[in-house]
């Protein structure tokens, strides 16, 4: 049985920015190689600041948990900002995951790069 935070079963329970953004500037979806969980994050960009995130998660608890965390740390950040997000900063804001789940904050934390990737591309 693995051990989580209350943090974490929080997030899990009741995550936060769950859903989809119908008028996204840009989206991802990634897979985790680890596992084959996907997520998709969608952004609402303005200023050059992250005005809105939701994610779609169809992984596990410790993915919604992180990608959950993921949104209210980026929300407000700028694109520069949020690109230097590390999964360990998220993991380290939730008190801490089990090593063998580190690879489900990877994916929250890839496929928002992902996102910002599609951002920027869309706009060049
Ligand atoms: Fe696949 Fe966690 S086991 S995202």
């Not at 051990?3 to 840009?26: C, Q, S, W």
């Not at 952004?43 to 050059?48: S, Y």
């Not at 997000?85 to 008190?95: A, M």
């Amino acid at each position: 049985m693995l051990k989580y935070t209350e943090l974490v079963m929080d997030h899990f329970k009741n995550p936060r920015n769950l859903g989809r953004i119908d008028d996204a500037d840009a989206q991802a979806t990634e897979g985790s190689i680890a596992c084959g969980d996907m997520m998709t994050v969608y952004l609402k960009v303005e200023d050059g600041k992250i005005a809105d995130i939701k994610f779609e998660s169809y992984g596990c608890a410790a993915n919604i948990a992180t990608a959950s965390m993921m949104t209210e740390v980026v929300k407000g950040l700028s694109i520069e900002e949020a690109k230097k997000l590390s999964w360990k900063e998220i993991v380290e804001r939730l008190g801490g995951l089990p090593q063998i789940k580190y690879h489900c904050s990877n994916l929250a934390v890839d496929t928002l790069k992902k996102a910002i990737e599609a951002y920027e591309g869309k706009r060049q």
